[in-house]
């Protein structure tokens, strides 16, 4: 059974930094895609980052990119998303997710690629 478990969301104010991390247990982490998603309050869940399994090509949404970095630990079997320049409009949860097919260059983006998926994090940024 494949798990996911984020941890390191909290509190930041705007301008400031987070890392959040997503620890994954139960197969072979090196041969999975990973994507972080975030669900804002009213809002449905949307794309924030992707990498591919070998780590070697990431994809990021357009409202993210130049601030959040998405990496993989494959030695640590655990996903990061490193966030600077927070704003407000990045206050979300958080989700990582698993997918564990493709080719080193597959980077999914979308929701129903992912097999598997962790219960989230909450990251709030105040202004």
């Known amino acids: 059974q494949v798990q996911l478990v984020e941890s390191g969301g909290g509190l930041v104010q705007a301008g400031g930094s987070l890392r959040i991390s997503c620890a994954v247990s139960g197969r072979t982490f090196s041969n999975y895609a990973m994507g972080w998603f975030r669900q804002a309050p009213g809002k449905e869940r949307e794309f924030v980052a992707a990498i591919g399994w070998s780590g070697g090509k990431t994809v990021y949404a357009d409202s993210v990119k130049g601030r959040f970095t998405i990496s993989k630990d494959n030695a640590k079997n655990t996903a990061f998303l490193q966030m600077n320049s927070l704003e407000p409009e990045d206050t979300a949860v958080y989700y990582c997710?698993?997918?564990?097919?493709?080719?080193?260059?597959?980077?999914?983006?979308?929701?129903?690629?992912?097999?598997?998926w962790g219960q989230g994090t909450q990251v709030t940024v105040s202004s």
């Open positions: 997710a698993a997918d564990p097919s493709g080719s080193p260059s597959y980077v999914p983006t979308r929701q129903r690629q992912y097999d598997y």
